[in-house]
């Protein structure tokens, strides 16, 4: 069983900057791909970018491509969602998942763990 917890959200103003990140407490943690979902109010749980097993071949979604990087630090079980240049419709409550079969895939399906989630707010 792995259990995710995120940290790192906020309140921020449009064009900042926030650092998500995802603390896993397994050591298997290496083995998995990771992936960051996201809901705002009143919509359906979309995905935002997602990080192989190795951290070769991330992928995004087109709406945070350019801004949002993922990254991953095997040495601490954790990962990373770097936010740069916000906007008003990032708003949303962000979300890390774990895949076992470590592919940075793009469906919420293939994810089996999944955390609590972090509020990040951007004010326009």
């Known amino acids: 069983q792995v259990q995710l917890v995120e940290s790192g959200g906020g309140l921020v103003q449009a064009g900042g900057s926030l650092r998500l990140s995802c603390a896993a407490s397994?050591?298997?943690?290496?083995?998995?791909?990771m992936g960051w979902f996201r809901q705002a109010p009143g919509k359906e749980r979309e995905f935002v970018a997602a990080?192989?097993?190795?951290?070769?071949?991330?992928v995004y979604a087109d709406s945070v491509k350019g801004r949002f990087t993922i990254s991953r630090d095997n040495a601490k079980n954790t990962v990373y969602l770097q936010m740069n240049s916000l906007k008003p419709e990032d708003t949303a409550v962000y979300y890390c998942?774990?895949?076992?079969?470590?592919?940075?895939?793009?469906?919420?399906?293939?994810?089996?763990?999944w955390g609590q989630g972090t509020q990040v707010t951007v004010s326009s």
């Open positions: 998942a774990a895949a076992w079969n470590g592919r940075a895939t793009i469906w919420a399906n293939e994810y089996g763990y």
């Open positions: 397994e050591r298997t943690f290496t083995s998995y791909g």
């Open positions: 990080i192989s097993w190795s951290g070769n071949r991330p």
